[in-house]
């Protein structure tokens, strides 16, 4: 555990003490009972006037996370409240880090991200109404996972919904709820049939094969003959697309439609890998018979469509 201080930021000094013991109580480096150094030695150690150390070790102490005992010094509190876990902490300190990484992406520095928490957490500031964005799939499987990566990209919250259910979704009661609808170019024109007349923003973004599944193709030995199961006639000419355009010419490929029972057999009697897509892979390990390889193989959002809905977002702010 070691104290710094930046003397160059306008955030006052003892606030970043304050919050600096705060954090080492996070992460395990300070524990419930632990002395503290006296401010006259902190002081000296951080090369700061001892009234600031103090002033941070009131505040603390107003707060219940230390304690002063006459003769003895001061401690950190034995009744601090229980601890979360190592997981969470991590979890919690990983979380602050990509918020930090995403405001900067933005243009905005550290301490532009403390203000609107501190307005937001202690002032109990109001914040602007957070834009609306539903994400429209056909599959559950594949609604979850572009809704995370989504909310992880634009830090904005998005709601999932699958194309069979958007015309309820979009009733007229339910509609002013949503300010945009993002969907993929496989559905963009249903999407927009439902949408456009009730006056939302439809946006599409291309879904491309991940780079992670397409290393592990490439890696595969030449010759070795890959099946690609997809779950729509949509997906099954899109991935054949991008496979083409990804230069595996060294394995022998086929793509079809998991609704094509007839095609599925055959190719589960002829390949030794099988990638499904990530709504069909958990039906697929179902029925490979022993010795076949199953890969997931999924989509995920181009990121030049997810640098456009990010702009629009921006602007409409």
Not at 42 to 49: F, H, Q, V
Not at 289 to 301: A, H
């Amino acid at each position: 555990m070691e104290f710094q201080l930046n003397k160059k930021t306008e955030f006052p000094i003892y606030q970043q003490l304050k919050e600096q013991i705060k954090y080492f109580l996070l992460n395990g480096d300070l524990q419930p009972g632990t002395k503290l150094p006296p401010p006259k030695d902190l002081a000296g150690y951080l090369r700061i006037n001892k009234n600031t150390v103090i002033v941070a070790y009131k505040e603390l102490e107003k707060e219940g996370v230390i304690v002063t005992k006459h003769g003895q010094g001061t401690y950190v509190a034995d009744d601090l409240p229980a601890d979360p876990g190592l997981k969470r902490k991590q979890a919690l300190i990983e979380l602050a880090r990509e918020a930090l990484d995403r405001a900067r992406e933005l243009g905005f520095g550290a301490e532009d991200l403390f203000t609107v928490v501190f307005s937001q957490t202690v002032l109990g500031l109001s914040p602007a109404r957070a834009t609306r964005v539903l994400f429209v799939e056909c599959n559950p499987p594949d609604v979850n996972f572009y809704v995370k990566s989504l909310e992880k990209e634009i830090m904005v919250t998005v709601e999932g919904c699958l194309l069979s259910n958007l015309a309820d979704r979009m009733d007229d009661q339910a509609a002013p709820a949503v300010d945009v609808v993002v969907t993929t170019f496989f559905h963009v024109e249903d999407v927009k049939a439902i949408c456009e007349p009730l006056d939302k923003k439809v946006i599409a973004i291309m879904p491309a094969p991940e780079m992670s599944a397409l290393m592990q193709v490439a890696q595969l030995p030449p010759g070795t003959k890959v099946g690609f199961i997809c779950g729509t006639e949509a997906s099954t000419e899109a991935m054949s697309g991008s496979l083409g355009a990804a230069g595996l010419g060294h394995i022998d490929y086929e793509c079809i439609t998991y609704t094509d029972n007839a095609a599925v057999a055959k190719m589960l009697s002829e390949v030794k890998v099988i990638a499904g897509c990530r709504s069909v892979v958990e039906d697929v390990r179902r029925l490979v018979p022993p010795g076949v390889e199953v890969m997931e193989f999924g989509n995920v959002l181009e990121r030049g469509g997810v640098e456009l809905l990010r702009k629009f977002l921006a602007e409409r702010d």
